[in-house]
């Protein structure tokens, strides 16, 4: 028998990249999932590539909506009962630099990443709660090493979604203790550098021959300061989602994991200075 074999698991942002990547290893492992997006294409790509993995629809639950909105959340967890009649495992993994909207203000860029990543997984864990108090249940929380490390100077772009996984860390170390007295789980996985769906979302298309260069000059620098000199491909973050949420891990709550290929403990050597 699989791992997760009978088991109900939610991933938010699953249409793509990491979230992508964490529902297929979930669904391989005998769960039945439900698939979560805001992008029409993309969640049937996601739920093509179950299918082709022999995950038979009846396993699958798909939904759609942006979580800024409270109907999204709703209706991921309503539906959830409705279709499964239990929730094993929510994975908070959906999240955004800033607003798909190129004439937003840094404003409007800032309510809308907060609301996405910090409220929109505060909601879904306030609502989850009494369904995972049921079956014993845990959280995964997806942050990022950007909630404690500065990996690259990039200007004003990053700045509210670092805050906003600064934010997602002390949720996760503030509630821990209050989630285990129902007997719930919560931990924090911060990946670093992995080819996601995210980057692209965060500068878009290149419109230019100079701005394709800067991407690929910012490429090489991301990879340049992992110790690992590369990307993380999002099937190698899988095995870390799989073990947190195994019930055998149930000494492993309120922690913060760094998945970053050494990112975030990277320092210049006295060879690159010229002294």
């Given at each position: 028998m699989s791992r997760f074999t009978d088991k109900v698991v939610i991933v938010t942002g699953s249409?793509?990249?990491?979230?992508?990547?964490?529902?297929?290893?979930?669904?391989?492992?005998?769960?039945?999932?439900?698939?979560h997006g805001t992008n029409t294409e993309r969640l049937a790509s996601s739920e093509k590539a179950l299918l082709a993995a022999g995950i038979p629809k009846n396993r699958i639950l798909k939904?759609?909506?942006?979580?800024?909105?409270?109907?999204?959340?709703?209706?991921?967890?309503?539906?959830?009962?409705?279709?499964?009649?239990?929730?094993?495992?929510?994975?908070?993994?959906?999240?955004?630099?800033?607003?798909?909207?190129?004439?937003?203000?840094?404003?409007?860029?800032?309510?809308?990443?907060f609301a996405v990543?910090?409220?929109?997984?505060?909601?879904?864990?306030?609502?989850?709660?009494?369904?995972?108090?049921?079956?014993?249940?845990?959280?995964?929380?997806?942050?990022?090493?950007a909630s404690f490390k500065k990996p690259l100077e990039s200007g004003?772009?990053?700045v509210v979604y670092s805050m906003a996984k600064a934010a997602f860390d002390r949720f996760t170390e503030n509630v821990n203790q209050s989630l285990m007295k129902k007997g719930i789980r919560i931990n924090n996985i911060n990946p670093g550098p992995f080819e996601t769906n995210i980057l692209n979302r965060a500068f878009g298309e290149p419109r230019n021959e100079e701005e394709a260069d800067a991407y690929t000059h910012f490429?090489?620098?991301?990879?340049?300061?992992?110790?690992?000199?590369?990307?993380?491909?999002?099937?190698?973050?899988?095995?870390?989602?799989?073990?947190?949420?195994?019930?055998?891990?149930?000494?492993?709550?309120?922690?913060?994991?760094?998945?970053?290929g050494g990112m975030s403990t990277w320092a210049p050597e006295a060879a690159d200075f010229k002294l």
């Open positions: 249409s793509a990249g990491i979230g992508k990547a964490v529902i297929l290893g979930f669904a391989k492992e005998g769960a039945s999932v439900v698939l939904v759609q909506g942006c979580l800024s909105e409270e109907a999204t959340h709703d209706k991921i967890i309503n539906e959830t009962i409705a279709h499964f009649g239990k929730i094993d495992v929510l994975v908070n993994n959906a999240g955004l630099y800033k607003k798909p909207d190129p004439d937003a203000t840094a404003i409007e860029n800032f309510d809308h990443v990543i910090v409220r929109g997984a505060f909601r879904l864990v306030k609502l989850a709660t009494p369904h995972l108090e049921k079956t014993k249940g845990n959280i995964i929380n997806v942050s990022s090493i004003t772009d990053f490429d090489n620098i991301v990879k340049a300061t992992a110790s690992a000199k590369r990307m993380g491909a999002p099937q190698e973050i899988v095995p870390a989602f799989l073990l947190l949420a195994d019930e055998k891990s149930t000494f492993i709550t309120g922690s913060i994991w760094a998945v970053d």
